[in-house]
């Protein structure tokens, strides 16, 4: 029986399909989620997320947030998330340099203010490394 994967964003579901397996970033490292898996509410870390259905491997750029795993339905809940194909790699790296320009020109920051920056960094980072990766 195969596996359902949805990944929502504050902005939209950016995936929705009956999937084999599934390799998610967590704080503890990556994990490997196949139908039949037990229970599991874990925390999404930046990174790299791989789904494989058949033959084929794609992978998506995940920012932070929550994975579930309920029967054979995983649910990535995450402040971001692209497919690879859909990465605009000068776009990111503006993002990243303006994100970086920001946090050397403070002066003082809001605690919350520097963690999203930081997390924008880390976001960007990764999806660069995937896409160069791919090159």
Known sequence: MPLKLEIVTPEAKVFSDTIDSVVIPTLAGEIGILPGHIPLLTQVEDGELR????????RLVIGAGFAEIDGDV???????AIN????DESAVEAALKRAEKEIREAKEMDPQQLEHLQSLIRYSGVQLAIKRRQS
């Open 84 to 87: 690879e194909e859909k990465i």
């Open 51 to 58: 789904v494989t259905k058949g033959t084929e491997t794609s």
């Open 74 to 80: 995983v649910r990535v809940l995450a402040e971001n």
